[in-house]
């Protein structure tokens, strides 16, 4: 027979779990030296811009609306799927809806 949990008992198991995880990244962070990041990391945002300004005299030619659009649609699509299929995955963990529980 399978024993039942009750939600406060659930979180405190949760809740307990997160504390392991977090302690875990802790301990795993004050292994290493603390670090800065690169600089040419810090202005990524530069480079993005620069490679924008170079590309925008080929709006001429071509339309960056159309891409754009096409690329926020795929994007879309994708984190669309996405979230089917991890609720997909947690309805099939649930005994009696398609899952073995």
């Known amino acids: 027979m399978?024993?039942?949990l009750k939600i406060g008992r659930c979180m405190v198991i949760v809740e307990w779990f997160?504390?392991?995880?977090?302690?875990f990244v802790d301990f795993v962070t004050g292994i290493f030296p603390p670090?800065?990041?690169p600089g040419w990391f810090?202005?990524?945002d530069d480079t993005i811009n620069t490679a924008a300004d170079r590309l925008e005299p080929?709006?001429?030619w071509f339309d960056f609306t159309v891409?754009?659009?096409v690329l926020g649609a795929l994007?879309?699509?994708w984190i669309?799927?996405?979230v089917v299929k991890l609720i997909l995955r947690g309805i099939s963990h649930v005994p009696g809806a398609g899952g073995a529980g």
């Open 2 to 4: 399978r024993t039942q």
């Open 18 to 23: 997160m504390a392991v995880a977090s302690g």
């Open 35 to 37: 670090w800065e990041p």
């Open 42 to 44: 810090l202005t990524f």
């Open 58 to 60: 080929l709006g001429a």
């Open 67 to 69: 891409a754009n659009v």
């Open 75 to 77: 994007v879309a699509t």
């Open 80 to 82: 669309i799927c996405l």
